[in-house]
């Protein structure tokens, strides 16, 4: 699925998702439609699930309205059950103008090491180039303050020309299958391709 560019001169991306990922519409106009699609695809039928069903669109609106508010382009859900226990997982992928590269701006060579400096993460080679990667592990507020924990994975891969930088925010708050979906999410990152 590619990512829209605001400019057609810019760069933009392409990722190749499984099935098991659903493509979460950000935009106001599909989002209802798209989080209506999900929760089909994925929850059972039947009133004894429809407060389960009704929980899973208000997080799916919260999450389009964080992503958009954030900049992303593309979002993507991941929901399975297996031995009954849920495992869910999220997507963002936002683009990032840099502007023309100067003399004074790190390149794009110079960027990802910069990037994990800065946050504490590592530089890692992708298929589309050198990229910052970044795991930590947050709680997530809640209405009675401090709630549940959250693994996230983030990385930061800059187009060659140092115009635009692609950031993939992974998050997941199966805590327990971090290293696992981590290695997931690793893997849907080496298929980012940038389309100029």
Known sequence: M?????????????LLMPATWNRLELGPDGRAASIDRIVELTMKQGPEFEEARDRMRTELET????????????AYTYWAA??????????????????RASDSAPGSEDLPAAIAARYGGEVRALSAGRAARVRRRVRRPSDSGSGPEAEIVTWYVPHASGRRLAVLTFSTPNVGLADELGQVFDALADTLRWTA
């Open 2 to 14: 590619q990512a829209e560019a605001s400019c057609a001169a810019l760069p933009s991306v392409e």
């Open 63 to 74: 999450a389009a309205e964080l992503g958009a508010a954030s900049g992303a382009t593309l």
């Open 82 to 99: 297996p031995s009954g226990k849920l495992a869910s997982a999220s997507l963002f992928v936002a683009l990032v103008d840099g502007g």
